[in-house]
């Protein structure tokens, strides 16, 4: 039996045993089910600013765990190994370890001495197996430690409602200010502009633009970026960063430095925070 995913804008229509784009979620027994449900394949502590957040907790650590796949295609992705990887790729390439909730959150405690503020969901796109997302989260709270979320903002709104009453911080890649830029990443950009507007009113939120160069590096676009956000919020950080080749995007060069502060200029015209910097 057919079964459509009602995660995200794709709207997979899924075949039985058929994966969807994200490739984290897949059709059983005419149900969509989340096939990355506690499959780690990357644990670290790590310092709070490499999410990046620069104003929730600085100076702090956190937990930070992924999984696989992503329901983007960026062609510039720096986790590519795992967020465009379904579970058998990323078995073998990088390994995998399943971690329950209730084993996540008691590792979360455990690093409490070492400084660690509780976990963070990144490297690949959490909110496709946000089941695991909310299941940990919830447990983590109830430590009364903090959960940080890294994503593309790429979900419908009923996914973040499952979450957000257990997130205490966001990252949210906002990739660039147009539609047809979206589309080549296989994303929407209302969808992701609807999802920001809904987390920053709910918790802490900075964004994060990468600069790909002659794709999204206009200063007209970063105008009409920042008076987007400031319209939520002057005080949101936003954090413009510098891209390098890797993964498929090698055809081009870094993004130059002079630009990308002449970037973050721009934005730094209606937002009070703006940071520029290297994203690796």
């Known amino acids: 039996m057919k079964a459509v995913c009602n995660v995200c804008m794709h709207h997979c229509r899924l075949e039985p045993g058929q994966k969807g784009i994200c490739l984290g979620r897949r059709n059983e027994g005419g149900a969509v089910v989340c096939a990355n449900y506690g499959m780690v394949t990357s644990l670290a502590l790590d310092p709070i600013e490499k999410k990046p957040l620069n104003m929730f907790r600085p100076g702090s650590l956190v937990l930070s765990a992924g999984s696989f796949g992503c329901n983007l295609k960026c062609p510039f992705c720096q986790n590519h190994e795992i967020s465009m990887a379904d579970g058998k790729t990323a078995e073998s ?130 105008e009409e970026e920042a008076k987007w956000i400031a319209s939520l919020g002057r005080e949101i950080p936003l954090h413009v960063t510098r891209f390098f080749p890797q993964y498929r995007m090698t055809d081009r060069g870094a993004t130059d430095v002079g630009h990308l502060y002449r970037l973050a200029e721009t934005a730094g015209k209606y937002l009070e925070h703006v940071f520029a910097g290297n994203v690796s």
Not at 153 to 180: T, W
Not at 185 to 198: N, P, Q, S
């Open 93 to 222: 390439t990088v390994g995998m370890a399943y971690i329950p909730p209730e084993g996540l959150a008691a590792k979360a405690l455990e690093y409490q001495t070492d400084g660690n503020i509780g976990v963070a969901f990144t490297y690949n796109e959490p909110l496709i197996g946000w089941e695991y997302v909310r299941d940990t989260a919830r447990l983590v709270k109830e430590y009364g430690m903090d959960n940080v979320l890294v994503t593309n903002g790429s979900v419908l709104p009923e996914i973040l409602e499952e979450v957000l009453p257990y997130i205490d911080a966001m990252n949210i890649d906002l990739k660039g200010f147009r539609q047809d830029y979206y589309h080549k990443l296989g994303g929407d950009l209302e969808t992701v502009k609807a999802f920001i507007t809904r987390a920053a009113a709910s918790c802490h939120v900075e964004l994060t633009t990468l600069i790909v160069p002659g794709e999204n590096d206009g200063i007209e676009e970063m």
